[in-house]
């Protein structure tokens, strides 16, 4: 007699007390732990219910296809030809599963493209949606000075309501509100002023004289090298870039990570700054926009307003110290002033008197005064609260690169292609002038540090002055060579009370010099 499951004559032959079949007890046995079932009725079964039988020593016979070489041939045949069956089988299941991966590759790769499209149109509705509430002031500004009704029909109508007589574009102005907060922020920093002190943290003369190349940062891209832009942000050590590559980075100054990559303009970044609340962050660009960043929850920063005022590159933008509004320069030869909340510009001033584009703008540290440098080698300083051009300096040869007033308010240091010159602003006159380079050398970059102490140039080499007074001589106190290779420091900044120095140059590295030893990142 056979197991009821293997179909075989069994060694150890048990029996079922419940339906008398007769299985191999192993076999069974297994089945009875694994589903404590009969196997062929389905009657619940225990161990208990099998009998062992005894019986004799029992010799299997011998399959008849084994009785003679042709037969075990033929076996032989026919576990080859199952093998065959079973792995052409395998090899149409891998087939099929390989079909199903590409199938499902090219699903995702499909619902990625989506899914990119759709942000980008998301970001696109965005910067629409901002536009439009920018144009809502304009747009009603308009319709109450002309006294007639507005009619809107899609963009073409809103963009004829922002023009004036003569094409141009109307804008709001800045109110006697806004005049009202610009002073009162001037009359309190111009208070502090006269009680200022030079904090004791600041670094000494000694130590920048031992400032050397602490750590270098790979940040921007190899294809489009250099770096044109850069500022800091001293409350929470973060150093921005503006590359050639259209790429803003901020970098971590103390644990050397960067925290995020900026794309979105399609040209170099120009210039960028810092809002000092923190969590907003402008870019100006050679494709003729500012875009206003804002941090979010997660770190990464979103493009919150992209602004499209000027009609050619933007090269500078300068934060007013109420944090509340910022200012741009272009070559255009217009210079506007933003609402920082809303993205709004409050007024395009254009000068009537001259054609030259701005090449650089700064606000004085009292936030009344505005400093611009011209393509044409002047400076123009301005009332901000009526626009007006009150004072003007000659004396540059070329374009003026580089504006910075002192954190005391009584100078002010121009770059320009034949070097830098101070002015004293009380009487509106230039009282020194640095050569430092040859006549090929352009001066890049002029920069007070946050306490007032101390001047760095940048052009072949880096060059710190000790800010002295109108009388006596600022002297060259330390003198940085430019470790890129490339001949051209573009722009430096001072770190928090002088400690290091942040260097951007024509190579894609973000330098950072300080006293060796100090506490920073290592080398990238």
């Known amino acids: 007699m056979n197991c009821s499951i293997s179909g075989e004559v069994p060694e150890e032959p048990v029996v079922s007390k419940k339906s008398g079949l007769l299985y191999e007890k192993r076999l069974i046995e297994r089945h009875i732990s694994d589903y404590g079932k009969c196997p062929i009725t389905g009657e619940p079964l225990t161990l208990d219910d099998i009998v062992s039988i005894n019986t004799g020593k029992i010799v299997k016979p011998r399959p008849l296809q084994a009785a003679s070489i042709p037969g075990m041939l ?87 309501e922002k023009l004036g007589p003569g094409g141009k574009r109307m804008r709001p102005g800045i109110s006697a509100g806004i005049i009202a907060e610009l002073t009162d922020c001037n009359a309190s920093l111009s208070q502090q002023r006269k009680k200022r002190q030079i904090p004791p943290t600041v670094a000494t003369i000694d130590a920048l004289e031992s400032y050397t190349q602490i750590s270098s940062h790979p940040l921007h891209k190899t294809s489009k090298p250099g770096i044109a832009s850069l500022d800091i942000l001293y409350e929470k050590d973060i150093i921005a870039t503006g590359g050639l590559d259209t790429n803003a980075v901020l970098f971590d100054r103390p644990s050397g990570q960067i925290l995020s990559t900026l794309s979105g303009h399609s040209k170099k970044v120009t210039s960028l700054k810092f809002v000092a609340r923190g969590d907003l962050f402008l870019t100006a660009s ?80 009292d936030g009344l005064i505005l400093g611009t440098g011209t393509s044409e080698a002047v400076v123009k300083i301005w009332d901000v609260k009526s626009q007006a051009n009150v004072a003007r300096f000659d004396g540059h040869v070329g374009a003026v690169t580089s504006i910075s007033f002192s954190e005391n308010g009584y100078f002010l240091a121009t770059a320009a292609h034949d070097g830098v010159k101070l002015w004293d602003l009380r009487k509106l006159r230039n009282f020194r002038t640095f050569a430092p380079y040859d006549s090929d050398t352009p001066t890049n970059s002029v920069e007070f540090d946050n306490s007032g102490c101390y001047l760095a140039i940048a052009g072949s080499d880096i060059r710190v002055y000790q800010v002295a007074n109108v009388k006596s001589e600022w002297n060259c106190i330390k003198t940085i060579p430019d470790l890129s290779g490339t001949g051209k420091a573009t722009c430096a900044r001072f770190g928090p009370d002088a400690k290091y120095m942040a260097v951007g140059s024509m190579d894609r590295n973000l330098r950072i010099f300080g006293l060796p030893g100090e506490d920073g990142p290592l080398e990238s």
């Open 74 to 160: 033929g076996m032989f045949q026919n576990e080859w030809d199952g093998l065959m069956l079973s792995n052409f089988a395998l090899e149409q299941q891998l087939h099929t599963a390989r079909q199903e991966l590409s199938h499902a590759l090219y699903q995702h790769d499909a619902a990625c493209r989506v899914i990119a499209r759709l942000k980008k149109e998301r970001d696109e509705a965005r910067s629409l949606l901002a536009q439009a509430d920018r144009q809502i002031p304009m747009s009603t500004s308009v319709a109450v000075t002309a006294n007639t009704p507005s009619i809107s029909n899609g963009k073409r109508a809103a963009e004829d």
């Open 286 to 365: 050679a494709d003729k926009t500012v875009r206003v960043w804002q941090e979010s929850d997660d770190g990464n920063y979103n493009c919150r307003h992209i602004l499209k005022d000027h009609t050619a590159e933007v090269q500078a933008i300068t934060v007013h110290a109420t944090n509340n509004y910022f200012v741009t320069a272009s070559l255009d030869s217009t210079w506007c002033f933003y609402e920082l909340s809303s993205g709004l510009c409050l007024t395009q001033v254009v000068d009537a008197s001259d054609s030259n584009g701005y090449t650089s703008a700064a606000f004085h540290p």
